[in-house]
């Protein structure tokens, strides 16, 4: 599909909307109910390592606009299994059936035990598509990427109960190794993914850590 006018777009906007309208996942997601093309990264990521049970008590970090919490919940059915799936971001999140969605900036110094509570107990998985705006310059972009990845392995360290899960998006770029050393010393397993869902061209990729050592 090509776009009907230009007018009154940038060259960056004109292409965002074009990759926007030929890109099936967005497609896919409309079509499904998902808020983000998102979703579909951790549909994979899942599908591929089964970190989200019936049952879990799930921590979605950064979770605006809400299509990992949707799949989290898909998975892990509170409602029917008990568990707890729970959503933070700045950003306000429309209400997700399912899930419990707190407004607030995750860099908060009360936000760690606002969500410990919340929890009603400790995590099975802490998840994190956690991004920054976007600078434009390559290095800092990296280096603020992975400053999220680290405080939310930080955070998955305190709540995670043994055996637990953390998965968190990284930007290739060299420090992603610092993190990576660390969640071997804390996890049994470490992979580094790019899921199918994840654009080509784009330098992120996730890091799936399981079988927490606590």
Do not use: C
């Amino acid at each position: 599909m090509r776009l009907k006018t230009a007018r009154g777009r940038t060259v960056s906007s004109q292409r965002w909307l074009q990759r926007q309208l030929n890109d099936p996942y967005v497609a896919e997601a409309k079509k499904r109910g998902y808020r983000s093309r998102a979703a579909f990264k951790l549909l994979q990521l899942d599908d591929q390592f089964r970190f989200l049970k019936p049952g879990a008590r799930v921590v979605d970090l950064g979770a605006a606009p809400g299509g990992w919490t949707q799949v989290a919940v898909e998975r892990a059915r509170p409602a029917q299994a008990g568990g707890v799936v729970l959503g933070i971001d700045l950003t306000p999140i429309e209400p997700i059936v399912g899930a419990v969605l707190l407004a607030k900036d995750f860099y908060d110094d009360d936000a760690p035990a606002l969500l410990q509570a919340a929890l009603g107990g400790p995590a099975d998985v802490v998840l994190s598509d956690m991004a920054a705006a976007a600078t434009g310059d390559t290095r800092v972009d990296h280096l603020r990427i992975m400053a999220l990845a680290e405080a939310a392995h930080d955070f998955a360290r305190q709540v995670l109960k043994p055996g637990g899960s953390f998965v968190a998006k990284v930007l290739r770029g060299g420090t992603e190794r610092t993190l990576l050393e660390q969640l071997k010393r804390d996890f049994a397993k470490v992979r580094h993914v790019k899921p199918e869902a994840s654009r080509a061209d784009s330098a992120e990729m996730y890091v799936v850590a399981t079988g927490f050592r606590g």
